[in-house]
């Protein structure tokens, strides 16, 4: 099929009318709104080959949720006052991204799942109740969708913005995806009036659909949507991705990790939330990627308690310097609100002899939730023991525990420090000749 793409202002590909719900056109082909905020906020219009409503009625049933996708909506209790640190999940039956989705935590607006598909989605999926931030920490494929597709890969976000119609077509080898769940608000991109619309990444950077792959296909095509913890099934008689033209905001899309560039300083610490990227009610979510180190200011996270928010971290690669040495890819850390952590022992030696290494080499995806956030059975099950034993060597080694002179020594250095400035100016050995 010919393609008709030109720039109008708002994206359009394909064959569509001059304008929503105008023109002949309309006596010929099926418009669909997908629309947000009562059809008053985002909205994109489908055009359709056959009507959307064209289900076999009898056919639309209501799947048992245990059967369907067990560990997606199991029960949740508080997390208390523990650190956790989750290992990979590795399930033991081969599933799709649906059927395998586990849920890790959630508050009442998000929720963050992992899934390793091992296994093709014989259906197409709609999430009724919530959009959907993929990070792909390992795979890829197509993401195939009513508005075409999108091709992914290792380290990409996807967004699937609620009630699109969508199906994953997996590549070949292993799949591992950190999924979040945004039950009232798509993600926003966060920026700040200071940095400017390009830090830490630039809308440029998004993938949307660029061209269709029309279906003019009759069969039975199964649709699963899910409402809550209720998934329906409905069957069509024709594919439904037989859409010819589409024009709107409200559209799915890739974005790649190593677009993030983000905001480094060499004389203070950037804190997290220098990090973000999207910002969703109820959550902010923030990638900590390969960056310089500072330079003279404190490089490690210093010691904190975050008073609002469960933090989760998920490990994509690198040298984390929050681990303490423990290889981490994969793996989740979930630190509860108000729990107090900070650099493990071996970290904070480093720092405190001046062992600055120049660059992090580190990949890891945070999502903060507010409080309340409670954690699921299937978290606590992939717990690893013993993560709280992360920090003993603050009760351990020689450099941190009581001595009886640690007051004084403090005091004597505080007092010929006091009045220590930063060294702006170049050492005389850099000085031009
Ligand atoms: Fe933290």
Known sequence: MDKFEYFSGTPEVGIVPRAPHAGPLLRHVYEQEHGRGGFAGKVSHTYHLYPPANWLATEARVLEPATFAPRWDGAMRPIGGTHHVLDVLRPEAAADVYRGMTRLVANASVAMNVTAPAAPMEYFFEHHSASLVYFVHQGGGTLETTFGPIEFGRGDFLIVPKGITHRFELATGPQYYWVYESFAGDPEKAEAPTTGQFITHSRSDYRFPRSLDTRNEAGRFEIVSKVDGVYTRRVHPTHPFDVVGWRGDYLPYRFAVEDVRPLVADR?????????????PGCYLCVFTVRSVEKDAMWLPFFHRNLDYLETLAYHFGDFFSAGGMKMDGMVTLHPVGLPHGPKPPALQ????????????????MADFANPTHVSQ???????????QAWAGYTTDPRFVHRPDRLAEVRALAERLADARDELRPREDESPA
């Open 268 to 280: 203070s610490h950037v804190p997290p939330s220098g990090h973000t990227i999207f910002k969703l």
């Open 378 to 388: 299937a978290a606590l099950g992939l717990s690893r023991p013993g993560y709280m």
């Open 350 to 365: 480093r720092f405190m002899d001046g062992h600055n290494p120049g660059v992090h080499r580190e990949l890891a995806v």
